[in-house]
């Protein structure tokens, strides 16, 4: 190895080296301090869903309200100034990031609000999560844009039509797309949408097996409609016998209230397109 192969190879490792010595943490002196107090809630805000959090101690209480929100809180009094009470280690989608603890006798000091900066995240690939939400919502919202492609898949219920627009694969996962035309001049209210694969046919001498599926990603959050809705959601890859279906269901707000649902074959599955450059490029 001549000297210049051997100097590139030098700075190389020094580079190396120098990149992981700055973002590594070793010790909690390197770490963010937050300071607490067991009058002051401490809320932590990340950017994504968190997938997990380790609390070193039990001398602070926490728990997760929302998704991307955890709270934490000392258990009792009786610390002093400066002492470290826990080191809290956040796990989110694509980063985790720590935080050092330290207690406070005056409340007004005590950190109310934190939001998880970009410089305090050390990138991290979770091998829990083979797809981002905010991938997953790039994609979603994409197909949303899209024309639609199925046109012979639908129901009618309630002078409304059901209708399956899309269906598209990526990664561990199928994103379905579809839209709801309402005939009526009444408002729907949307109570809750929900996921089931179930028998195709149902007779009263068999038992009929439904198995709910939790959606990973419902685009869009609105709760009422009055002539049109789109919607798409993601769920796992699954695969199912020919006497199953894969059925979309809509219930509205009432006791009496309207219901709509739209069932899928696995053949309507097994024509899903994969996602190609031409869909992730159009604006």
């Not at 968190?50 to 929302?66: C, E, L």
């Not at 685009?219 to 009422?224: A, D, I, Q, R, V």
């Not at 199953?244 to 309507?268: H, P, W």
């Amino acid at each position: 190895m001549n000297l210049k192969s051997t100097m590139k190879m030098f700075l190389l490792t020094a580079v190396v080296f120098t990149g992981h010595k700055a973002s590594a943490q070793h010790t909690y002196e390197e770490m963010e301090h937050l300071t607490v107090n067991e009058q002051v809630t401490t809320v932590i805000t990340a950017s994504e869903p968190i997938r997990f959090v380790d609390i070193s101690t039990d001398k602070i209480a926490g728990d997760q309200p929302i998704d991307n929100i955890i709270r934490l809180k000392p258990k009792e009094t009786g610390h002093e100034d400066g002492d470290i009470l826990a080191i809290v280690t956040i796990v989110t989608e694509r980063y985790r990031t720590q935080y050092a603890l330290l207690y406070t006798t005056r409340m007004r000091e005590a950190v109310t609000d934190k939001e998880i900066l970009l410089q305090e995240r050390e990138a991290f690939n979770n091998p829990a999560v083979s797809m981002s939400l905010a991938d997953m919502t790039y994609y979603a919202r994409r197909i949303w844009n899209s024309p639609a492609r199925i046109r012979n898949v639908a129901s009618k219920e309630h002078r409304m039509i059901m209708r399956l627009n899309n269906i598209y694969s990526a990664g561990d996962y199928f994103f379905i797309d579809y839209s709801i035309e309402n005939k009526t001049n009444i408002r729907f209210d949307i109570d809750e949408i929900r996921v089931k694969l179930a028998d195709k046919k149902i007779t009263k001498a068999t038992n009929s097996q439904v198995i709910e599926l939790k959606p990973a990603l419902v685009l869009e959050s609105g709760k009422t409609f009055i002539r049109g809705y789109r919607n798409v959601i993601a769920i796992k890859k699954l695969t199912f016998p020919n006497d199953k279906v894969l059925t979309i269901e809509m219930t509205e707000k009432q006791i009496s209230g309207r219901n709509i649902s739209l069932n899928i074959d696995y053949e309507d599955v097994l024509s899903a397109d994969s996602f190609n450059s031409k869909l992730l490029k159009e604006e």
